[in-house]
């Protein structure tokens, strides 16, 4: 069983367990988003398609815009936040 993901004109298939992240900067700080225990694809960055493109961290630029593709085949809880040093000194 599959999915269908549309980016602009593309689209994929993906595993049922697929799930897709679209994450808008609302602040114009640069924000290292990070998924632990998973690799995800960058499907779009800024409103340009990508891919091919394996990560587990992207820069997410000021009122920038990002979608990531990632399977859920780690089984138990997963961290999704940002790297920015002042937010994890904060815990915000
Ligand atoms: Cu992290």
Redesign the pocket.
């Known amino acids: 069983m599959c999915r269908r993901l549309t980016t602009k004109n593309v689209t994929r298939f993906c595993p049922v367990n697929c799930y897709r992240l679209r994450m808008r900067n609302a602040s114009d700080d640069i924000h290292p988003i ?1 998924l ?1 225990r998973h690799s995800f694809e960058l499907t779009s960055l800024a409103g340009k398609p990508t891919s091919g493109v394996f990560k587990d961290v992207v820069m997410l630029g000021g009122y920038q815009e990002a979608e990531v593709d990632f399977i859920a085949d780690n089984p138990g809880l997963t ?1 999704f ?1 940002s ?1 920015q040093q002042l937010h994890m000194d904060l815990a915000s």
Do not use: P
Request: hydrophobic share 20%.
């Open positions: 990070h632990h961290l936040h790297h």
